[in-house]
């Protein structure tokens, strides 16, 4: 637990350090002519105050006592974790294969293989979202989903709808 | 009387079939998505918040109301039934409201939690429509300086009344405020904070995204950790002998049913507070006064009705603020702003004037929500009591494609996907370790007005600081922000003078 404490507050400390060296691009001082801070201004003394915070958190963990339990349970960090990764690899297919193959690639995922429903769950449930996406956000709101490759398929329901 | 007027004008609007057919629908999706373990209002408003485009942005913001509503009325459902709070909210429903379950009177602590709802929701929705017009009449007078001042008091009531680690609310503040001046400088127009050099932050960083982040995939991954196997439901039924039963009993405790509202109405108005607070202090002191005190956490129905009251007028009172003077008293609060300020419709005084038919289609709606939940929560008792069975990971893989595709729906860019998945992982981290999301939000929300309220104070004043405690209004808001920013210390000073009189303990 005292470990991950420390592990977040030192990584916060270093996005406002990141932050900080950002800001500087524009004038952070004071300007005499208009008054007030340049546009660099604000978000470098916020940052330099979580900078401070951060620091504080950080130098707190070493006089306290180890917090009881631990950051991760192990049995469960796995589930987060491929969580996480089935994740990234949607978003990351999404604008290749399009969003009606990543989506139900990725509910099939969760429902048969992480979730372990019965095919009378799985099935549905991966068929029925997508088509409800279609129609809601691309028929109803107009809003187009990202298709990759799968574009030219579209164009006959393109043709029908619009 | 000109605010009847104005509320008749309002009802006119919200009577509307499209608008009547919104609260309904809006209540619905509330009370399932606040009975849902670990999805409480903040969640549905950011999750639902972009497919609400299908309709006009007025009648979208009275969406978004019901789903704050609904879901305050349904917290209790799995407060009851599981033993789970639906909602951080629900927390003090089940104290009294598991253990009547357990002795086999689920029906009438849903029926007693939901007319509690109702009486709390109403009770404070008469003091909002009061309360409102003066306020916005007051904040008319506001110039940048007080903006300014308020913005801060706002966060430092995070810090003094927050309750979490007074360095980890500090880091959310600062890093909500930073990541809102990603973009054009507001004054000079010049880009900065372009991380990367990725031209997806030219734009800035969404209210959204950060919402769609933090309490739709953070939260998701919170709610694995937590929770793999759906926990036991209590069966209930509900009969009208029972609801009869019920409303009789609720007839003895309207002493505990005002207090409740009372107090939760002006506790929901401080943006540190809010519907969790305001629901144990409720609950504390209906049992210190109460008759029947000593059964409390043994089943007793005040028990149930106290919180219940509380957090649901809590919420009303957080969308005071929000409306007048374009503060929010609450996360989801935060997020209607935003989707406000989405739809130009900025809340302020201003609105009030500008467009009244809107304010007060929306102060309306609140009437025809609490009827329609209250009604809709006892007559879907028997649906909730199934879908309270689906498993969580049907519930958490649907949650997940919602959040990408309404991540991607309004601004139709993957780099804001790709932000959604990295504040979706920090917030799941940062939670974990303590560190509180709600100033995120809000400071994320109010931190363009913070910028541009001090920097304009500052050039009209050239450069003089003392603007700020000079003028009357934003020298007591600045005088109360140092109040509640020296408050943890002051808690401690006095501790630490006690211990000193009192060294034997």
């Given at each position: 637990m005292l470990a991950a404490d420390r592990l977040i507050a030192a990584a916060l400390m270093a996005l406002s350090a990141y932050f900080m060296w950002h800001a500087t691009?524009?004038?952070?001082?004071?300007?005499?002519?208009?008054?007030g801070p340049g546009g660099g201004g604000f978000p470098f003394w916020l940052s330099a105050i979580m900078f401070a915070a951060a620091c504080g958190i950080l130098l707190k963990t070493f006089r306290s006592q180890a917090r009881s339990?631990?950051?991760?349970d192990l049995s469960m960090v796995r589930s987060v974790l491929a969580v996480v990764i089935a994740l990234v690899v949607t978003i990351a297919l999404m604008p290749i294969v399009g969003t009606y193959i990543a989506l139900p690639l990725f509910l099939f995922w969760y429902l048969r293989?992480?979730?372990?429903?019965s095919w009378a769950v799985t099935v549905p449930i991966t068929i029925l979202t997508p088509v409800f996406l279609f129609f809601f956000f691309?028929?109803?709101?107009?809003i187009l989903l990202p298709k990759g490759?799968?574009?030219?398929?579209?164009f006959p329901l393109y043709a029908f709808f619009f | 009387m000109e605010m009847f007027a104005h509320l008749a004008d309002g009802f006119a609007t919200s009577l509307s079939p499209l608008n009547i057919l919104i609260v309904v629908l809006g209540v619905t999706a509330g009370l399932f998505i606040g009975a849902?373990?670990?999805?409480?209002s903040v969640n549905g408003v950011a999750i639902v918040l972009p497919l609400t485009?299908?309709?006009?942005p007025s009648s979208a913001i009275i969406l978004l109301a019901a789903i704050y509503y609904g879901a305050m009325y349904g917290g209790a459902i799995s407060s009851i039934l599981?033993?789970?709070?639906?909602?951080?909210?629900?927390?003090?429903?089940?104290?009294?409201g598991r253990p009547m379950a357990q002795q086999g009177k689920a029906g009438l602590a849903l029926i007693a939690a939901a007319v509690a709802s109702f009486v709390g929701g109403t009770i404070s929705v008469i003091l909002f429509t009061l309360f409102a017009a003066p306020l916005a009449d007051i904040a008319l007078k506001f110039g940048p300086a007080e903006e300014f001042a308020l913005v801060l008091m706002a966060f430092t009531t995070f810090v003094?009344?927050?309750?979490?680690d007074i360095l980890k609310t500090i880091v959310m503040i600062c890093l909500g405020l930073v990541l809102s001046t990603?973009?054009?400088?507001?004054?000079?127009g010049q880009p900065r904070l372009i991380f990367f050099d990725q031209p997806g932050f030219y734009s800035g960083i969404s209210f959204l995204v950060l919402a769609i982040g933090v309490y739709g995939i953070g939260e998701v991954l919170y709610t694995i950790e937590t929770s793999k196997t759906a926990p036991a439901v209590t069966p209930a039924k509900i009969t009208l002998k029972e609801l009869g039963l019920g409303l009789r009993e609720m007839n003895k405790l309207w002493k505990t049913m005002t207090m409740g509202s009372v107090l939760g109405f002006f506790v929901g108005m401080l943006p540190a507070a809010g519907a969790t607070p305001a629901a144990l202090m409720s609950y504390g002191i209906a049992k210190s006064t109460s008759?029947?005190?000593?059964?409390?956490?043994?089943?007793?129905i005040e028990g149930v009705v106290a919180p219940e009251t509380a957090n649901n007028a809590a919420s009303t009172g957080s969308l005071l603020p929000m409306l007048?003077?374009?503060?929010?008293?609450s996360p989801t609060t935060a997020l209607l702003l935003g989707g406000m300020v989405m739809w130009g419709?900025?809340?302020?005084?201003?609105l009030f004037i500008e467009q009244p038919d809107f304010v007060w289609g929306l102060i309306s709606s609140l009437y025809t929500a609490n009827f329609a939940a209250v009604a809709i929560n006892i007559a879907l008792i028997p649906l909730f009591v199934w879908a309270l069975r689906m498993p969580f990971t049907v519930l958490c893989a649907l949650v997940l494609v919602l959040c990408i595709v309404g991540g991607y729906a309004?601004?139709?860019?993957m780099h804001d996907v790709w932000l959604i998945a990295g504040f979706g992982v920090g917030g799941y981290l940062m939670r974990k370790a303590d560190y509180p999301m709600a100033p995120l939000v809000l400071a994320l929300v109010l931190g363009p007005l913070m910028e541009k309220s001090f920097r304009q104070t500052l050039i009209a004043e050239r450069g003089d600081v003392f603007a700020f405690i000079e003028r009357p209004l934003s020298g007591t808001f600045m005088a109360l922000a140092l109040l509640f920013f020296l408050l943890p210390l002051i808690n401690y000073l006095v501790k630490g003078a006690k211990r000193k009189i009192a060294p034997a303990e």
């Open positions: 691009v524009l004038p952070i001082g004071w300007n005499g002519e208009t008054g339990g631990t950051f991760f293989i992480f979730g372990r429903h691309e028929v109803t709101v107009k490759f799968t574009e030219p398929l579209f | 849902m373990p670990g999805l409480g485009f299908v309709v006009p599981l033993g789970i709070p639906g909602a951080s909210t629900a927390v003090a429903t089940t104290f009294d003094g009344l927050g309750g979490d990603v973009g054009l400088d507001l004054i000079s008759k029947t005190g000593r059964t409390f956490g043994k089943g007793n007048t003077l374009g503060i929010p008293g419709l900025v809340p302020g005084p201003m309004p601004s139709q860019k």
